[in-house]
């Protein structure tokens, strides 16, 4: 769910959203998950992580992860039309709106750089490359090994 940290998101009503990492043997380094956490709360969040399952636009409209949910024919369009209104705004104010807006996250950004560290670490072992190795093969993952 990359879209989580965008500042905006426009979805077309056929559109499926969830997290695929843990099922690969991956996983966010730190501040997508912590501000997925604020977004829908951490129940849901810890939900959408643990279980990796698909979520409608609407439903994901409903936990404030979408804004706004449209035909898939007129998304573009949709997203154009935003486009156009953020443009006749003052950029200055847009700008100091988005510092603003990103303040209150900053202090998640040394989680991110902690995450970023255990996650390179990560990748390197045996247990990430079941995961990894598993998708390119298109086969079932087989993580019983790797519990402790």
């Known amino acids: 769910m990359l879209h989580v940290i965008c500042d905006l998101t426009i979805a077309a009503s056929t559109a499926k959203f969830g997290q695929s990492g843990p099922k690969v043997g991956s996983y966010d380094a730190g501040y997508g998950s912590a501000y997925l956490a604020r977004i829908v709360g ?85 247990e990430s490359e079941e995961g990894k190795n598993a998708f390119l093969e298109k086969r079932p993952v087989d993580f019983h090994k790797f519990r402790q």
Do not use: H
């Open 42 to 126: 951490e129940k849901k969040a810890r939900e959408i992580w643990y279980l990796c399952e698909q979520y409608t636009a609407e439903e994901c409209k409903e936990m404030g992860l979408v804004n706004r949910v449209v035909a898939p024919e007129q998304l573009q369009g949709a997203a154009q039309e935003w486009a156009e209104k953020i443009l006749e705004k003052s950029p200055t104010a847009i700008k100091m709106l988005k510092y603003s807006f990103n303040a209150d996250s900053a202090n998640i950004a040394g989680i991110s750089q902690l995450a970023m560290g255990s996650l390179a670490m990560f990748y390197d072992s045996k």
